[in-house]
Nanobody
Framework: VQLVESGGGLVQAGGSLRLSCAASGNIFSINAMGWYRQAPGKQRELVARITSSGRTNYTDSVKGRFTISRDNAKNTVLLQMNSLKPEDTAVYYC??????????????WGKGTLVTVSS
């Protein structure tokens, strides 16, 4: 199983970026997908998460600015980030809690994509 992220980059404060993550491999089903981030010198934190039924939750600092969505048929999760702030600068990691075709429930991580917001 692989999680491949894309969409990171450099943007000015107030701008927007959209992150995408595609899961591939021996996947039977995906329970939840999410985005985490880790800024330099800080712990990794949950940004947003979405279940297979579409239930979402967000960390308080991104509510109203970020929107998470998923395409279950394509095993893809998106993170639309608007009104970006310098404090959103971090490496963003995709996460998936999934069942493999051989019956294992495993939590997978992508390699991360860097988002840099300049002031």
């Amino acid at each position: 199983v692989q999680l491949v992220e894309s969409g990171g980059g450099l943007v000015q404060a107030g701008g927007s970026l959209r992150l995408s993550c595609a899961a591939s491999g021996n996947i039977f089903s995906i329970n939840a997908m999410g985005w985490y981030r880790q800024a330099p010198g800080k712990q990794r934190e949950l940004v947003a998460r979405i279940t297979s039924s579409g239930r979402t939750n967000y960390t308080d600092s991104v509510k109203g600015r970020f929107t998470i969505s998923r395409d279950n048929a394509k095993n893809t999760v998106l993170l639309q980030m608007n009104s970006l702030k310098p404090e959103d600068t971090a490496v963003y990691y995709c996460n998936a809690d999934l069942w493999t075709t051989v019956g294992y429930n495993i939590n997978y991580w992508g390699k991360g994509t860097l988002v840099t917001v300049s002031s």
